[in-house]
């Protein structure tokens, strides 16, 4: 939203109905979406996507389903 990108580590939701709610209060953005290209400021220290040290292809037993459940404010059942 409103075009800057935030580390999923970093992101938080600092209100409830502003378009500009996500903040990263410790490190800030980490790019932007300028005109439709993504620019970059920095890069997470950290191994993510596939430079993760976590990989399922070496898996020996599938890994298991997981149920989505979802909600929002005033939803009835």
Do not use: C, W
């Amino acid at each position: 939203m409103d075009d800057t990108i935030f580390s999923a580590r970093e992101a938080i939701k600092t209100h409830t109905t502003h378009t500009s709610t996500f903040k990263a209060l410790n490190s800030g953005a980490i790019g932007s979406v300028y005109y439709g290209k993504v620019r970059y400021y920095m890069q997470p220290l950290r191994k993510h996507t596939i430079e993760s040290e976590f990989s399922i292809l070496e898996l020996k037993t599938p890994l298991p389903k997981v149920d989505i459940i979802y909600t929002h404010a005033g939803m009835t059942p």
